[in-house]
């Protein structure tokens, strides 16, 4: 089927079971600790072993010695982790990543970029909002360069960052602006 064909009630099932979303800011619940916060998309699926899958999701991004740990009692990377448990616990076909690592201090962000490349290398699709350049560079297979909401490059990973001859005026001020930092 073809999304424009779908009903929003095949559009909102494709959604809750084949993608996983992880935010910015965490969207944990304070009142539920890891595990919780982990089994709660499953509450709602077909999916048995509920505990089960929530603890396994927790252990692939390190967490499985936390799983009783509240949001307050964990830092915010290891939030970040849980949330990227949240979505994984679903099995989705594709992770999208909304700058998963703005909210992080700057000595957090490792471990979430790390548990992402770890996906990366085992072949989950992610699309991923960041501006985390070196993390891009490293893991994605394609580059899509936004300007004030518009696409102004899509193109492979090593297009992007190794001709910048043939980059748009605005791509190619952007990586000389990020190769200055570097």
Known sequence: TEVGNMTDQELALLRNRKIGFVFQSFNLLAITNALENVELPLIYSDKTNISKLAREALESVGLGDR????????SGGQQQRVAIARGLCMDPICMLFDEPTSALDPEMVGEVLEVMTQLAKE????MCVTHEMGFARKVSSRVIFMDQGKILEDCPTDDFFNKPEERHERTKHFLEKISAVH
Do not use: R, V
């Open 123 to 126: 072949g989950m699709t992610m």
């Open 67 to 74: 799983i009783y740990h509240y949001p307050n009692e964990l």
